[in-house]
């Protein structure tokens, strides 16, 4: 069969073509990556996903879940603009468009919950507070949970759940460290070392938070001994402190999201006329 060159005078540029192809194939190799390191952890750990906690605490849930859409997705992207498949283009672009308005809805949420109490006030399943404090209730129970709490607890120097100043008092959901008279638990009326206050080059003590939760200890003594601001309180402050930071890091999702979706509506569009200029040939 005789090679046809390519018509110069078709509709579809290559330009837009090649860029979504070659974005889209950084992006499908890398979601395969994330994926199968996620799955071999996922295997390694013998992991059994029971709720939400096992979903949102576990990174290598996170990878597998998010490697998996980029891969899927990427795909479409890649498909559609080397195969000019307007199916495909069409898939990606909506999905594009879904995840970008799930993005923006999530931030507005965001900034309800932390910026508009009053508004708050009518919508209480806005307020993740029992979804983290049903984590520390099972905090011994997972050690991923439990490494995430910690982790969590030690960068943004909170303890607990609340968006309050006596966030520590959560812990008493906990049955190792409720503060229970009848508790033979040797972490009675304690919290996780992961609250204390260290200073610089002070080697961590895992007995460090000891009685702060009993009312025999002072106000003072325990500020001396534990960060007692709870962690969506703390987590509200560090979106105060790193406002240009984090709008920063949303332009950079968004942004990229948004030329995609531009490409593929401009390729799309492109590919309907030069069917269109096929039919009108015929």
């Known amino acids: 069969m005789a090679f046809r060159p390519r018509d110069k005078n078709t509709e579809v540029r290559a330009c837009y073509k090649y860029i979504l192809f070659l974005a889209n194939f950084l992006f499908f190799i890398s979601g395969g990556v994330l994926a199968g390191l996620g799955a071999w952890l996922l295997y390694e750990k013998k992991k059994v996903i029971d709720d939400v906690f096992d979903f949102l605490f576990d990174p290598a849930v996170l990878f597998c879940c998010a490697g998996c859409l980029v891969f899927v997705l990427s795909f479409f992207g890649c498909c559609g603009a080397l195969r000019e498949n307007q199916c495909f283009i069409k898939l990606y672009k909506w999905v594009m468009i879904l995840l970008l308005v799930l993005e923006v809805l999530f931030g507005i949420l965001v900034f309800i919950f932390f910026y508009a109490p009053s508004v708050r006030k009518n919508m209480p399943w806005l307020d993740p507070s029992e979804l983290l404090k049903n984590g520390i209730g099972r905090y011994r129970d997972d050690p991923d949970l439990m490494n995430a709490i910690d982790n969590m607890q030690k960068e943004l120097q909170c303890c607990g759940a609340s968006n309050d100043d006596n966030g520590y008092l959560d812990w008493n959901d906990n049955i190792y460290f409720n503060c229970n008279s009848t508790s033979k638990s040797p972490e009675n009326c304690a919290v996780p070392y ?89």
């Open 194 to 282: 992961s609250c204390c206050k260290l200073k610089d080059g002070e080697l961590i003590n895992v007995l460090c938070g000891g009685g702060t939760l009993s009312a025999a200890m002072s106000d003072v003594e325990r500020w001396r001994k534990i960060n007692t601001k709870g962690c969506l309180k703390a987590f509200g402050n560090w979106l105060e402190q790193n406002a240009l930071l984090i709008g920063g890091a949303c332009f950079g999702v968004i942004i990229p999201q948004i030329i995609g979706i531009v490409l593929s509506t401009r390729l799309n569009d492109q590919i309907a006329r030069q069917k269109e200029k096929w039919h009108r040939l015929r």
